[in-house]
């Protein structure tokens, strides 16, 4: 096995994430939620995006994810670092398809109980559909009017790799979505008024307007 200064890099890779966990336990944790208990007490429309990636919020929006360059930094994993019923609207983009099956149904459940009674669920998935038609139709137009790939899941060799990069990118994907399952799993987990929606130049980036799907729902309490 490799080793740098003398220790096995599997063993350094080990003692780096212990370190990243406590730290997010005693440090990252405690500050969001100082940071959340401000805007619950001075804001009263919060909209918040989770799953944001790097970037701070814009236009009243607050952003989370698992880093410190956007507004909050937390696990989803430990669900949504907000009160009951504290929360007027809620977006995701390309985040949903990251989670198995299990753990959608359980974010779901967190989006739900945060917002607000007719609080805003907003999402953006990928569109699994023009991927699979095209593997069935022999037809890789779709395929070729993608302007830029995310290149490590980038292993089109046969049409089926088509269905590869949408279903596992490179072991990033844990679940396929198109218009009608995006639906009804919103719709199953509580949601009422359930519908497709489109782009939204304010939320939704552009760039992912050709592979993704929108979807908007609002809570039933």
Not at 44 to 66: Q, R
């Amino acid at each position: 096995m490799a080793k740098k200064y003398g220790i096995e890099v599997e063993t350094i890779m080990m003692i780096k994430s212990f370190i990243k966990k406590i730290k997010y336990l005693l440090y990252h944790k405690w500050a969001t939620k100082l940071k959340v208990l401000a805007l619950t007490s001075k804001q009263n429309e919060i909209k918040l995006e989770i799953g944001a990636g790097t970037f701070k919020g814009k236009n009243g929006w607050t952003t989370l994810d698992i880093n410190t360059t956007c507004d909050l930094y937390w696990d989803l994993r430990d669900g949504i670092p907000f009160p009951d019923n504290s929360v007027s609207k809620i977006y995701s983009s390309h985040l949903f398809e990251h989670i198995p099956y299990n753990g959608i149904v359980r974010l779901l459940s967190e989006c739900k109980r945060v917002l607000k009674k007719d609080g805003v669920f907003s999402i953006c998935v990928p569109n699994s559909r023009p991927y699979i038609m095209g593997y069935a139709n022999k037809d890789d137009t779709f395929w070729k009017s993608i302007s830029s790939f995310y290149t490590p899941a980038l292993t089109h060799n046969t049409p089926i790799d088509m269905i590869n990069y949408v279903a596992y990118m490179n072991e990033e994907h844990k679940y396929l979505f198109d218009e009608e399952n995006l639906v009804a799993i919103i719709k199953d987990n509580g949601f009422k008024n359930v519908k497709l929606r489109p782009f939204d130049s304010e939320l939704d980036l552009k760039e992912r307007d050709l592979e993704s799907i929108y979807a908007i729902g609002i809570v039933d309490k």
